[in-house]
């Protein structure tokens, strides 16, 4: 095999023939009866290469969603890409390997070499410093990315701090292009040496494979013992928390965002509870009403006849810790069988098991319509619109795509270049209702215990915000707020329904804005699955609580989650049902970090 037959794509990995795009699940002490003598040759050549491993094993790489038995095996070397030379003698080595293979009659194993920082998913950060300059080269480069990608499906697109290397690690302004297609040759053989020959000097470009960005939680049943349970006991009491299980169908969870007050143009006020789109219209009802491009009113038939119910906890999650109940009161049970001769001991044993009685008897004997929370009132759809709370200036660095001569920042085809749309708000029966009160924070969030819900703020582009969200599946997650907004494109040719499609008639059909947010946790997301619906608030030590955006995705490659700036949000719900926004009230335009000067 010759160097130009190495699979050589990216900076940082290299191997025999075409590797699976990244990034990929690994399964280890895949040993098979030549491993010792060929482990003994691998390691020699590695030495002799002048190759520094952190890491040899026999492993199997898989893409999310195929089974590790379907992939063939491969020699997976650790290194660190920021020594010196290190690439090259990547590529003496993987040829060295393969020959090895080829004598032992393996060519069925591959080989990949790859930087310890990217083997299991891109190290990744939100740029924290960025000029006017930077800025405007960014924008200038998306317009000829999008239009190179057009025709791909591609999924989002994110400007982030790339760190490679481990000796000296090596931060770089990286444009990551998560596509579902990403394996197509068209990519790597036309796109991506087309788009780094015009990226910006110091800035790099990197393609990552995902199936989708969806957030809703389609866990299959309970099999655990214990089961995993995403909510608690208080679930079921007549006032709920933010960030408590819903769910519209008995196959998808979601979170609960806020609570909110309308009033009606006759003066009537309905309370009513802010979730995503996405989570109600996996009922059949609600996606029968609203087609893509389309929303569901008041006036609507299914909304004048209560047709569509929404439940808390969702039936998924009702039936998880009906599971964990009964496992406890087995537990119980068998504990309170077991004699002891401590009497406090036996005490605490009557007392669990009494409680888990009661708590059993409690699920057992709750009717179905005790956890309907309520009906949909109203529903963005999958929609898009123009934000004007931003200057013109700002909505061109944020949104400004152009065609030949034409400025399309304010028009595409009549329609404007917007932000998704992804909401549902639910009026609440009179045995629900929402409490105002956050759950206690824990560590990392800096908002006071018992802090009040009832408040928003604008937020502004390439400006910095601290947040938190509290939701059905992670609780508390900090996180922060990206300075570059992302672009998505949620809807897949031939996708019957789609998490956000876009109602532009444009080339660049499908296009959304959203603001990116990066945990701080780099071990975590800031928004997980079952999660969407979040209200994402500021993290500031106030009694009020402040929400600043509806967090509606997420892309698990990068880590980065995606909201709507909530007085978008807003106005669209005050659009669509005719009816005034009382709760939550304004309370002015967050400042935030300030942009970093020129």
């Known amino acids: 095999m010759r160097g130009a037959e190495l699979d050589t794509r990216l900076a940082y990995r290299l191997g025999s023939r075409t590797l699976p795009v990244l990034p990929l699940e690994t399964l280890y002490g895949q040993d098979f009866r030549q491993w010792p003598e060929l482990y003994s040759a691998v390691d020699q050549i590695l030495k002799e290469e002048k190759v520094h491993a952190i890491a040899i094993d026999s492993v199997r790489r898989f893409q999310d969603g195929k089974k590790a038995q379907d992939v063939p095996k491969t020699i997976l070397i650790l290194s660190d890409v920021s020594l010196a030379n290190q690439y090259e003698s990547w590529q003496e080595a993987a040829l060295k390997i393969t020959n090895v293979l080829l004598e032992a009659k393996r060519p069925d194993i591959l080989v990949e070499f790859i930087d310890v920082q990217a083997v299991h998913e891109p190290k990744v950060e939100l740029i924290e410093s960025m000029s006017d300059a930077f800025i405007c080269s960014w924008v200038e480069i998306r317009e000829y990315i999008l239009d190179q990608i057009k025709d791909r499906s591609w999924l989002s697109i994110d400007l982030l701090d790339r760190t490679l ?40 470009l990197d393609l990552f494979y995902s199936s989708d960005l969806s957030l809703a939680a389609d866990e299959p049943g ?205 009026k609440l029966q009179p045995l629900r209702d929402v409490t105002t009160h956050v759950p206690s924070p824990t560590h990392g969030v800096k908002m006071s215990h018992r802090a009040t819900l009832g408040t928003y703020q604008t937020i502004q582009p390439h400006r910095a915000y601290n947040v938190v969200k509290y939701g059905r599946t992670s609780k508390w997650t900090t996180g922060t707020i990206s300075k570059i907004g992302s672009l998505l494109k949620l809807r897949l040719p031939g996708d019957p329904i789609s998490v956000v499609p876009a109602e532009l008639d444009h080339a660049f059909k499908s296009i959304v804005l959203a603001y990116g947010v990066k945990s701080r946790s780099r071990s975590r997301e800031f928004l997980s699955p079952g999660d969407s619906g979040s209200v994402v608030l500021l993290n500031q030590s106030e009694k009020k609580a402040i929400v600043v955006g509806l967090g509606f995705a997420a892309n698990r490659v ?41």
């Open 165 to 204: 290397g481990q000796y000296k690690e090596e931060r770089k302004p990286t444009v990551c292009i998560t596509a579902a297609d990403a394996g197509d040759d068209v990519w790597w053989a036309r796109i991506l040496p087309t788009l780094r020959n015009r990226l910006p000097h110091g800035m790099d």
């Open 222 to 426: 309970p099999a655990e013992e214990p089961p995993e349970v995403f909510t608690t006991m208080n679930s079921y009491d007549h006032e709920v928390e933010i960030g408590s299980s819903i769910g519209a169908c008995s196959d998808r969870s979601g979170s609960l965002g806020t609570t909110m007050l309308l009033r009606t143009p006759d003066g009537e006020e309905i309370r009513c509870a802010l979730t995503n789109h996405h989570i109600v219209a996996k009922n059949d009802i609600v996606a029968q009403a609203a087609p893509a491009g389309t929303f569901i009113s008041p006036a609507h038939t299914l909304v004048k006849q209560g047709l569509a119910y929404v439940r808390s906890p969702s039936e998924k999650d009702d039936l998880r810790m009906q599971k964990l109940k009964e496992w406890e009161l087995e537990v119980a049970i068998e504990k309170r069988n077991q004699h002891h001769y401590n009497p406090k001991i036996e005490a605490e044993r009557v007392r669990r098991l009494q409680a888990a009685e009661d708590n059993v008897q409690k699920l057992r004997n709750k009717k179905p319509e005790d956890t309907i929370l309520g009906t949909v009132y109203a529903t963005s759809g999958y929609r898009s619109a123009f934000n004007d709370a931003y200057t013109s200036q700002e909505a061109a660095a944020w949104s400004r795509v152009t065609e030949g001569n034409e400025d399309l920042t304010k028009k595409i085809n009549g329609k404007p270049l917007g932000w998704g749309l992804n909401w549902a708000i639910i």
């Open 558 to 598: 990068t880590m980065v989650s995606y909201m709507m700036p909530i007085d978008l949000v807003l106005k669209d719900i005050e659009k669509v049902t005719g009816c005034g926004v009382i709760e939550p009230v304004f309370g002015g335009e967050c400042l935030g970090d300030l942009p970093d000067s020129p």
